[in-house]
């Protein structure tokens, strides 16, 4: 069984820092591409940034490019969101996501697996 476990979340100021971890178990998703989601009250699920399974190609939503990176560890099947320069506007529950083959794709319905989700707060 795969399951997506995020990890990270909290409080954070505005103008502070967090850093996402998401950790798979069930698959390898070495070669296969990972993403990172975001939903906040009220909204449609949003695509924050995503990975190809090289690590080195990587892609964001508008919003976030200039502050936030995304990384990926293939011996700890693992992915990361490192969130920079936090604006209230991205207090949301970011979602890990998975999925079959390396293609770049930001949308929702791409993606296979999705963890639980976990709640980013920025206080103004």
């Known amino acids: 069984q795969v399951q997506l476990v995020e990890s990270g979340g909290g409080l954070v100021q505005a103008g502070g820092s967090l850093r996402l971890s998401c950790a798979a178990s069930?698959?390898?998703?070495?070669?296969?591409?990972m993403a990172w989601f975001r939903q906040a009250p009220g909204k449609e699920r949003e695509f924050v940034a995503g990975?190809?399974?090289?690590?080195?190609?990587?892609y964001f939503g508008d919003s976030v490019q200039t502050r936030f990176s995304i990384s990926r560890d293939n011996v700890k099947n693992s992915v990361y969101l490192q969130m920079n320069s936090l604006k209230p506007e991205d207090t949301a529950v970011y979602y890990c996501?998975?999925?079959?083959?390396?293609?770049?794709?930001?949308?929702?319905?791409?993606?296979?697996?999705w963890g639980q989700g976990t709640q980013v707060t920025v206080s103004s």
């Open positions: 996501a998975a999925k079959y083959g390396n293609s770049r794709s930001s949308d929702v319905e791409e993606y296979e697996y």
């Open positions: 069930g698959h390898t998703f070495s070669r296969d591409a």
């Open positions: 990975v190809r399974w090289g690590g080195g190609n990587s």
